[in-house]
């Protein structure tokens, strides 16, 4: 069981960059596979990257390889998700989640979830 908090959105221009911050509660932090999720206006709750326990092993949507980094320090009990090059169509709420997979981008494998953080791209 884990208690997840997101924090780090905001309001910005294509192009700039932002990172979003999801702190967690709990003595099980490190046995975690975390991800973050983002659901946009009218769409439904979609995969965004994850990064697993015990060897931080990373994999990302198609849609953001390359512009978004993924990481973790299980002494801070916090993961990230660095944000750069940032498009109108990274507009949505994020949200940070746990599960006991090694890897999974399936929502229904996701047992814990924060209340996610706005992130709006102007263009």
């Known amino acids: 069981q884990v208690q997840l908090v997101e924090s780090g959105g905001g309001l910005v221009q294509a192009g700039a960059s932002l990172r979003l911050s999801c702190a967690a509660s709990?003595?099980?932090?490190?046995?975690?596979?975390m991800g973050w999720f983002r659901q946009a206006p009218g769409k439904e709750r979609e995969f965004v990257a994850t990064i697993s326990y015990s060897t931080s092993s990373t994999y990302y949507a198609d849609s953001v390889k390359g512009r978004f980094t993924i990481s973790r320090d299980n002494a801070k009990n916090t993961v990230w998700l660095q944000m750069d090059s940032l498009k109108p169509e990274d507009t949505a709420v994020y949200y940070c989640?746990?599960?006991?997979?090694?890897?999974?981008?399936?929502?229904?494998?996701?047992?814990?979830w924060g209340q996610g953080t706005q992130v709006t791209v102007s263009s």
């Open positions: 989640a746990a599960t006991s997979y090694f890897r999974s981008t399936i929502r229904a494998d996701y047992h814990s």
């Open positions: 709990g003595r099980t932090f490190s046995s975690w596979t």
